[in-house]
C-alpha cells in the first residue's frame, strides 16, 4: 500500500485524533451506543455506565457524533492500523488514550490496537475497557500485552470490586478515589497512574 504522507491523508482513513483537556496527550474515541457491554450496563441502576458521561454534554453536540462514527466506521478499513501508527508518530504522542467513548468491538479490534502499540514503542497507550471476554481472548491467543500498552478492565458497578485475575484494573467509588483529578481541577497535571504498568487498580470518583 502507499505509505500516508500527511495528516489529511491518514484522517481520511482513520478519522482525527481527539485532544481531551484533561490528559496530557491525545485520545481516540467512538460512539458510547457502540459499547457491547457498555450498552447492557447503562440500563442498570447501579453501574459505572448509568449516566455515561459520554452520552451527554459536550459527547452529544452533532460534530462530535458525527466524528465518533467516522472513526468506528473506519476500523475494518485495512489502512487502518498504519493511518493510526502514522497519525499518532506525527503528532509524536508521549500519552495516548484509547476511548474516551466508546470500547472495544471485538478480539480483532483489540489485535490491530496492540498491533498499533507494537509499531509506536515510544508511546504510552492506556485502554479502560468493560470487555472481559474480549481481554481473556486475547490473553489466552496471544499472551502478555507490549510493555508500553495498559489495558484496565473495569469493574461494573460503583463501589463494586475489581473483576479479579488481571493484572491491571480500574473502579468507580462514591468514596476516596486514587485518580487525584477531582482534586485539581478536573485535569490529570502530573499524576500518570492510568497508563502506568506498576499500578495495578485505579479508582475514580463517581460522576
Not at 460512539?31 to 457491547?36: D, E, F, L, Q
Not at 465518533?68 to 498504519?82: A, F, N, T, V, Y
Not at 500519552?95 to 490491530?112: A, C, K, P, T, V
Not at 485518580?179 to 479508582?203: D, F, H, K, L, M
Amino acid at each position: 500500500m502507499t505509505p500516508f504522507r500527511t495528516l489529511k491523508e491518514a484522517e481520511a482513513v482513520a478519522g482525527k485524533l481527539g485532544k481531551p483537556s484533561k490528559m496530557p496527550g491525545y485520545a481516540y474515541g467512538i460512539p458510547a451506543r457502540s459499547c457491547p457491554i457498555g450498552s447492557v450496563l447503562v440500563k442498570l441502576k447501579g453501574s459505572v455506565c448509568s449516566g455515561c458521561y459520554a452520552l451527554k454534554g459536550r459527547y452529544a453536540f452533532p460534530t462530535v457524533l458525527n466524528a465518533q462514527q467516522r472513526r468506528l466506521d473506519s476500523l475494518r478499513d485495512p489502512r487502518w492500523i498504519e493511518a493510526m501508527v502514522f497519525l499518532i508518530t506525527k503528532k509524536k504522542c508521549d500519552y495516548f488514550r484509547w476511548h474516551d467513548s466508546g470500547d472495544i468491538q471485538g478480539l480483532w479490534h483489540l489485535e490491530n490496537i496492540v498491533e498499533v502499540a507494537r509499531q509506536c514503542p515510544d508511546t504510552k497507550f492506556w485502554i479502560p475497557t468493560r470487555e472481559t471476554k474480549v481481554v481473556k481472548s486475547y490473553l489466552t491467543a496471544h499472551g502478555a500485552f507490549p510493555s508500553n500498552l495498559v489495558v484496565r478492565v473495569s469493574g461494573a458497578m460503583i463501589d463494586g470490586p475489581a473483576p479479579p485475575s488481571f493484572p491491571h484494573t480500574s473502579t468507580v467509588t462514591t468514596g476516596t478515589p486514587t485518580c487525584p483529578a477531582y482534586t485539581q481541577g478536573g485535569i490529570c497535571g502530573p499524576c500518570r497512574a492510568c497508563w502506568e504498568p506498576g499500578v495495578q487498580n485505579v479508582s475514580y470518583p463517581k460522576h
